[in-house]
């Protein structure tokens, strides 16, 4: 393997010493970027993740114009359960449909167990043409939704408030939602792995909705799959981050799932989740992805507020604390990133 111009984000995944904070930015290939706008603009969303040199072109692009540290693949978490054969549709404004949700055994039973390396084999030829795009000047990030964070979609069918569907799901039925999250680990751990031996350097498993389980709940439904799949990845030296949306419960025992690098939200104080765990993992986050609708001298402040809470030395990858909003100026995007460059310097 070439050896990588900017490896920052890797060192810092590692708590290996660097020179300044590395920061890249949660769904930082977007709709926020007129040039990403311009791409959508003449194919849809699917067609846009299934389609490499398209996949690959967005990628590169915040590399080019925002100046972060590190890659994220242009995808979604939703083709996972679309490969096992849930009909997806991508609303401009309403989010992600699935009309025919799982809610019993019977919507279940025609789930395809599949074999990523063919469905979604798009997702990895992707992969290898950006990493071959990005001619080894920064690392690329490979990613997947959690088992407990697919499974929400796959049940509510679309975005929701309550989530009444999934928790009537894990009340009344544990059994079959047990079963549905094995059979997804499964899948999800051969995908990561499969990534990887495409060419990702890193990857990320989100779960977003996490934080919307009781803490016992967390750990029996999103927690356990997390810590299996990452037992399971087959990897060198490559680096596993968990963002766990809202589960600032959780964080200890969200550092023994075996990721050396835990994605914090904004509603977290990366100084005590330090004090707690940060000899055990780095640290990914967490800036309020709003502050980005401030003025300059505001996301200045707060990019020092969020160094400063994370004090001297390795082990923090500067990030927002959830994606990045489609209505931000793209200026400040590119702001923020060279305020992150300058100002952690004195922090190394
Ligand atoms: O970070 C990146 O730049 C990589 C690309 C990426 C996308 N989705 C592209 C995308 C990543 C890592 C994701 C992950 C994802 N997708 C998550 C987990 C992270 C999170 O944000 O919590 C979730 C929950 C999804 C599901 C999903 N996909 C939703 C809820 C939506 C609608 C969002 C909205 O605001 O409309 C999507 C669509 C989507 N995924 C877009 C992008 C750039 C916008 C679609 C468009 O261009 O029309």
Not at 85 to 100: A, V, W
Not at 179 to 192: D, T, V
Request: aromatic content about 8%.
């Amino acid at each position: 393997m070439t050896k990588l111009k900017n490896d920052l984000f890797l060192r810092a995944c590692k708590r290996k010493k660097i020179e300044r904070t590395p920061i890249w930015i949660m769904r930082q290939a977007g709709r926020y970027l007129p040039e990403y706008r311009a791409v959508r603009k003449k194919s849809d969303f699917l067609t846009m993740c299934k389609t490499p040199e398209l996949a690959a072109e967005v990628t590169i692009q915040p590399i080019d114009i925002i100046g972060t540290d590190a890659a994220i693949i242009f995808s979604d978490i939703l083709i996972v359960p679309e490969a096992m054969g849930m009909h997806l549709e991508m609303h401009e404004g309403k989010g992600p449909i699935f009309h025919h949700p799982i809610r019993n055994e019977n919507d279940a039973k025609d789930l395809k167990i599949f074999d990523p390396t063919k469905e979604l084999k798009y997702v990895l030829d992707a992969v290898s043409l950006t990493k071959k795009e990005l001619n080894s000047r920064v690392p690329l990030i490979g990613f997947s939704g959690s088992p407990w964070t697919l499974l929400t979609y796959m049940v509510e069918g679309k975005g929701s408030k309550s989530f009444s569907e999934i928790k009537r799901l894990i009340y009344n039925n544990p059994k079959l939602a047990h079963n549905l999250l094995e059979k997804l680990s499964s899948i999800i751990a051969i995908y990561l792995s499969a990534k990887i031996e495409a060419g990702a350097d890193a990857v990320q498993i989100f779960d977003t909705w996490g934080g919307i389980l009781s803490p016992n709940d967390f750990e029996e439904f999103s927690l356990y799959y997390i810590s299996k799949i990452i037992s399971e990845i087959k990897r060198k030296d490559e680096p596993v981050i968990v963002f766990a949306k809202g589960v600032h419960y959780k964080t200890k025992k969200l550092s023994k799932c075996g990721a050396d690098v835990i994605g914090l939200d904004w509603t977290m104080s990366l100084k005590n989740v330090r004090d707690e765990i940060g000899k055990d993992v780095a640290l990914q986050g967490n800036l309020d992805p709003t502050v980005l609708y401030g003025p300059k001298s505001k996301i200045k402040d707060e990019v020092i507020n969020t160094l400063k809470s994370f004090g001297e030395g390795s082990g923090h990858i500067f990030n927002l604390g959830h994606g990045i909003l489609p209505d931000i100026d793209p200026e400040k995007a590119k702001y923020l990133v060279s305020c992150v460059k300058e100002e952690s310097k004195k922090f190394h």
